[in-house]
């Protein structure tokens, strides 16, 4: 009789199985009116894009073909080079180049924050996308707003 196993998978570690099919769902965008602060533009929010975590199976190529058929022209990246391999998308970046679209990236740690200088140097590049009106997109870690 074999014993059971006493290792688990931490809940927190990304699946080193593929799986059979990737999620074969639109990528889901939220817009957000920026009225309040008197601008006419929405930005857009979404979950990562070709995601692979826990019950997450996105497709990266399939993903990133839909932001670009909604016109996405700049997409802020706040993960880490280190939590874009933990969520499967360690080339994410690159795509987005492929696709022309422009990527700001600015990572900040899981449970960080920027310090004032990177904040007003996000805040100046978003200023700069929103006035220009091109449409903007910032994501969300895994599937948060899935």
Request: aromatic fraction near 8%; charged fraction near 25%; hydrophobic fraction near 30%.
């Amino acid at each position: 009789m074999k014993p059971p196993s006493s290792t688990q998978p931490s809940e927190f570690d990304s699946s080193d199985e593929e799986p059979i099919e990737d999620e074969q769902t639109p990528i889901q965008i939220s817009w957000l009116p920026l009225s309040r602060v008197n601008c006419s533009q929405f930005l857009g929010l979404c979950a990562l894009p070709g995601c692979k975590f826990k019950d997450i199976r996105r497709n990266i190529q399939k993903d990133t073909e839909e932001l670009k058929s909604y016109g996405i022209q700049d997409i802020f990246v706040f993960c880490t080079r280190g939590e874009l391999s933990k969520y499967r998308v360690p080339n994410l970046l690159d795509f987005y180049q492929q696709y022309g679209i422009t990527t700001h990236h600015h990572p900040i740690p899981d449970g960080g924050t920027p310090d004032i200088a990177n904040c007003c140097e996000i805040m100046e590049e978003l200023t700069v996308c929103l006035k220009n009106n091109r449409k903007t997109l910032i994501q969300a870690f895994k599937g948060v707003l899935q």
